[in-house]
């Protein structure tokens, strides 16, 4: 299982948003920490195949980004994911399930199994809408797994949800990491302390950084703005 990612661009006009980046991921959790700004919503978008790159290539195990066969592996959770607010949180799994393939009687056994590990099965039949913000984004989280995808990309998955989510969350994404490919952006490296198999840093569109957690021998937080704060 492998995923590489080769001389990555993308430029607007006189902007390089992303620049050259050259990186191979295999299983595993992988942290991408950097400043607003440094590209990392970029780069991940051009991974899960949403941003069409200016140069460069993405491609799993040989499959390239744009093909369907790569987005039926794929799960992705972005900062703001677009949901309909009259939907209810069964109904707007169900439609992302069937949207990945599953018939109806497997998506509804893998949307009661998220829906209990979010904590939204009480609240299962009410309308996004009237969800905290907390909530919603426990229902990014469950959309984001319902594929059970061999490469998950997760740009801050743990905002809005409180201390003992956040636990359970790094715990699961954790074991995801055993099989599959997890890249996970957050500004709250705690996260990435407890959970990430590798660590990279990004600034100003390049990869500047990438090692095994294990080589970082000191806190990550004091380690991250000693070297590139």
Known sequence: MKLVIDRLTKQYKN??????????????VYGLLGAN?????????????????????????????????????????????????????????MYMSILKGFDKKSARIRIQELL???SLKEVAKKKIKTYSGGMKQRLGIAQAL????????????????DPKERVRFRN????IGKESIVVLSTHIISDIEHIADNVLFMKDGKLI??????????????FYIKEFE
């Open 116 to 118: 209990e590990f979010v």
């Open 37 to 93: 700004g440094a590209g990392k919503t970029t780069f991940m978008r051009m991974i899960c195949g949403i941003l069409t790159p200016t140069s460069g290539t993405v491609s799993f195990d040989g499959i390239d980004a744009g093909d369907e066969e790569y987005r039926a592996v794929l799960g992705y959770l972005p900062q703001d994911f677009g949901y309909y607010p009259d939907f209810t949180a069964w109904d707007f799994l």
């Open 146 to 161: 319902i594929n059970n995808p061999k490469i998950l990309i997760l740009d801050e998955p743990t905002a809005g949800l």
């Open 209 to 222: 950084f990438n090692s095994p957690r294990e080589d970082i021998k000191e806190n990550l937080e004091e």
């Open 172 to 175: 699961v994404i954790e074991n």
């Open 15 to 28: 902007k390089i948003a992303v620049d050259r980046i050259s990186v191979e991921f295999g299983s595993g």
